[in-house]
């Protein structure tokens, strides 16, 4: 059965005044359908985007709302972009059916399109629009999804894959490490595709328990494990907007006794008599009985006596609450503060909003701690003196600045050289103190490529697969021992960052309690690119103003200046040899 996920896109119901309405409707239409996620996001482009990215795990996807000329109708201008296949058929039979209905049905700007084998359609946001339109598509939908899944009957050219059969007698496809003859001539690992490869390692990635943690210690990356409410309202008095006078509004323009003074911080209450004004700062709490504030600029001093104002003269009207923060008006007692799930952002408003609304404590996912293990003879530190045939280790400073950029901890195992006693020793000292272990090197075809052999043999780990049809990482291995997680990349730097951030990153977010993908937009190549005959994850730089992409120079994965880079542009297989100037390429952002 096909997979749905549903995104209501509403900024009243995203910051929870309006219901969601139109998640029901589809719900109902799509009975026999799985709905495998639901959200709600603002009408905002890059949270619909986002939210879309985070749903490819699902066959269709579905986005209520935004759809119109409204100011803050986005939705398609969000989705477009990432489309890479556009359909011109299903928005046709959307707006036949809303004509059917309405002149005004001619307002809706529907778009469909298939983001990898996903289906996404936009729907309108009024539960009655979303179940016309949704009707109107429901006869080919079925149809249209087994197109784009590739799904078949269970009785029409069944496929078996015999990746994962290959075995050896005694269960193990790695190198034995006593004799460098017997060592394999061609890799017994399957060649698996980079989506197969992705979905086996996100399978075993396991959510971390929860942890209490003081708000004051909360760092970047931690994602919120339960939701949280407000403990104090803010404001938790009735504070001034402005810097001016407090008045009853029914008083009007006149001159009046300055009765008292009122600013930030003042500890007791106060009382306004009619016919009287108190002088006020921005956020000074307002005297009982005041009603409006009069900003200082519409005011004129009349007496003064001893350096204190004694009255003012009032030159406008005010209405009535005018200039005054209501208590709870920003954030009412009791209300919904973060959402659980939510990722905590590096700007700080996360923070301010938990300690404004009183809150302590809060129940967060812990970040997972990771191993950094460089591995070979020929690999030095920065410190030590450069031998012929010697190279600077670049991998262990450059994954430990990607994941501490992230927030998590990183644990520096140093460099082990290939000697598969070393290797077991300090893989297992690794293993011992991280939830996930990555090493860099030792996992190609080279008779000094043991870590495989040192994973399977002597660990006992389990290795998920050992070659990923992509550039560059095509030695690419995961691995799992226990709960934990092995990542075994390619000794070159370019492989390792690329493959870092493709298998790597993703995983941790999962473990962190939230999956979160680089987002990816589509933008045009200024120059003519060679196809390689495996998927290419080339290094970029994107124009954002003109939507236009040029590679960074050379790709050999040696070459770390190719990094130097804004994006990674994701190139089909060849079947072409070239892709000409002015294609469209899908690019992953990278930060």
């Known amino acids: 059965m096909f997979t749905v996920a549903i995104i209501c896109v509403s900024d009243s119901s995203f910051n929870k005044t309006r219901a969601d309405e139109s998640t029901g409707t589809i719900e109902q239409v799509l009975n026999g ?63 036949q059916k809303g004509l059917e209905k309405t002149v005004f049905a001619a307002l809706s700007r529907p778009v469909a399109g298939v983001i990898q084998k996903s289906l996404v359609l936009t729907l309108p946001g009024s539960p009655k629009g979303c179940r016309e339109n949704l009707e109107a598509v429901l006869p080919v939908l079925q ?5 784009i899944t590739d799904a078949q009957d269970a009785n029409v050219h069944p496929h078996v894959c015999r990746h994962d059969q290959v075995k050896e007698r005694n269960g193990m496809l790695s190198n034995e490490l006593t004799d460098v003859t017997k060592r394999h001539r061609q890799s017994p690992y399957a060649m698996i595709e980079f989506d197969d490869a992705l979905e086996r390692v996100l399978k075993h990635c396991e959510t971390l328990e929860p942890i209490r943690m003081r708000v004051q210690d909360l760092k970047p990356g931690l994602v919120i494990a339960q939701d949280v409410y407000g403990l104090e309202a803010v404001p938790g008095y009735r504070a001034s907007v402005v810097d001016g006078y407090a008045v009853y509004s029914q008083d009007g323009p006149g001159v009046y006794t300055v009765a008292n003074v009122a600013t930030a911080g003042a500890a007791e209450e ?74 905590i952002s590096s700007h700080g408003s996360d923070i301010g909003l938990l300690v404004s609304a009183g809150i302590k404590h809060v129940l967060v996912y812990p970040l997972p701690v990771v191993g950094l293990l460089s591995t070979g003879m020929e690999v030095v530190d920065i ?165 236009k992409v040029t590679p960074t120079g050379s790709q050999q994965s040696s070459r770390l200046q190719s990094m130097l880079c804004n994006c990674l542009m994701v190139l089909p297989k060849r079947t072409v040899d070239h892709l000409e100037i002015g294609s469209d390429v899908e690019c992953i952002l990278l930060d």
């Open 143 to 147: 149809h249209t999804l087994k197109l």
């Open 383 to 547: 410190d030590q003196q450069l031998q012929y045939g010697a190279i600077r280790d670049a991998n262990r400073p450059s994954l430990k600045m990607l994941l501490e950029h992230r927030g998590y901890t990183v644990v520096d195992l140093g460099i082990a050289p290939d000697d598969a006693d070393k290797l077991e020793d300090t893989v297992r000292h690794g293993l011992d103190q991280c939830q996930v272990l990555i090493t860099t090197g030792g996992v190609s075809m080279g008779e000094k490529d043991l870590l495989k052999s040192v994973y399977e043999r002597r660990l006992g780990a389990q290795i998920h697969f050992g070659r990923v049809a992509l550039k560059p990482g095509k030695p690419t291995t995961f691995a799992t021992f226990g709960k934990k997680l092995i990542f075994g990349l390619a000794g070159n730097p370019v492989s390792a960052l690329v493959t870092c951030r493709l298998f790597c990153l993703p995983a941790l977010s999962k473990m962190s309690g939230k999956l979160q993908m680089a987002p990816r937009i589509k933008a045009k190549t200024t120059v003519r690119i060679k196809l390689d005959p495996r998927p290419e994850f080339q290094r970029g730089f994107l124009d954002f103003a003109q939507m």
């Open 270 to 343: 106060t009382m306004l008599k009619p016919g009287t004004v108190c002088r006020i700062a921005t956020g000074g709490p307002v005297p009982e009985g005041a009603d409006a504030i009069v900003m200082v600029e519409d005011t004129e001093l009349v007496e003064e006596r001893d350096g204190q104002e004694i009255q003012v003269s009032v030159k406008v009207s005010v209405q009535k609450g005018q200039d005054i923060r209501e208590i709870g008006s920003d954030l009412p007692l009791g209300s919904l503060v973060i959402q659980s799930g939510t990722r």
């Open 33 to 95: 359908y799985t709905i495998k996620r639901r959200a709600v996001v603002a009408d905002d482009v890059y949270m619909i985007r986002n939210q879309v990215l985070a749903s490819l795990d699902c066959d269709l996807i579905l986005t209520t709302g935004g759809t119109g000329f409204g100011i803050r109708d986005q939705t398609p201008e969000a989705i477009e972009p990432l489309l890479e296949k556009k359909s011109v058929g299903l928005p046709i039979l959307m707006m």
